[in-house]
T-cell receptor, first 113, second 118 residues
Framework: DSGVTQTPKHLITATGQRVTLRCSPR?????VYWYQQSLDQGLQFLIQ???????AKGNILERFSAQQFPDLHSELNLSSLELGDSALYFC????????????FGQGTRLTVV | GENVEQHPSTLSVQEGDSAVIKCTYS??????FPWYKQELGKGPQLIID?????GEKKDQRIAVTLNKTAKHFSLHITETQPEDSAVYFC?????????????????FGKGTKLSVIP
């Protein structure tokens, strides 16, 4: 158990809908990272938050947004969902901003039908 | 941007043999190289990492080597066991600047599916 908690584990929704994925980082970790894993693209970095502030953006679509709350948990919001958004979404956390020693959660499997 | 190439994509070894997975990176600014193991239905698990000021690091049956000049790094697993079967990912970091702040993002290789045959 990495100590990073993601909910829900599975999510099935229809195209055009909006969903929210939740992540609780390890105790003491200030950085949260979101990754998307698909068969053809592998693990793709989406966005990073550090102590409530956005620090880096990767290949995140404009339909997607995230935030980190004062208690350091984070939410990834996916809207206007398309079939191609079906993937595993992982959250990782680390103590500092540098991305070193990042620990991943179990992921949320999103299926868009 | 950073590009990480990982080879081979699949690897089968007999139990007890060694396994080697190789990665190359493109950005000479990268200075942190972790390896992750992902078992079916689980998230990636950090198994070992190396920083650019070190050439080799070992942890029991696992070792990682780094050649900064050639921009490649490798994972070595000795005395493989069936429980080593999984997908292994290498990654590299580079510094990003966003709104004046600095941060790192992990760029992953495509993964190697390792099968250890009993």
């Amino acid at each position: 158990d990495s100590g990073v908690t993601q909910t829900p584990k599975h999510l099935i929704t229809a195209t055009g809908q909006r969903v929210t994925l939740r992540c609780s980082p390890r105790s003491g970790d200030l950085s949260v990272y979101w990754y998307q894993q698909s068969l053809d693209q592998g693990l793709q970095f989406l966005i990073q938050y550090y102590n409530g502030e956005e620090r880096a953006k990767g290949n995140i679509l404009e339909r997607f947004s995230a935030q980190q709350f004062p208690d350091l948990h984070s939410e990834l919001n996916l809207s206007s969902l398309e079939l191609g958004d079906s993937a595993l979404y992982f959250c990782a956390s680390s103590v500092g901003v540098e991305g070193t020693e990042a620990f991943f959660g179990q992921g949320t499997r999103l299926t868009v039908v | 941007g950073e590009n990480v190439e990982q080879h081979p994509s699949t690897l089968s070894v007999q139990e007890g043999d060694s396994a080697v997975i190789k990665c190359t990176y493109s950005d000479s600014a990268s200075n942190y190289f972790p390896w992750y193991k992902q078992e079916l239905g689980k998230g990636p698990q950090l198994i070992i990492d190396i920083r650019s000021n070190v050439g080799e690091k070992k942890d029991q049956r696992i070792a990682v080597t780094l050649n900064k000049t050639a921009k490649h790094f490798s994972l070595h697993i000795t005395e493989t066991q069936p429980e080593d079967s999984a997908v292994y990912f290498c990654a590299a970091t580079k510094v990003l600047t966003y709104s004046g702040a600095g941060s790192y993002q992990l760029t992953f290789g495509k993964g190697t599916k390792l099968s250890v045959i009993p």
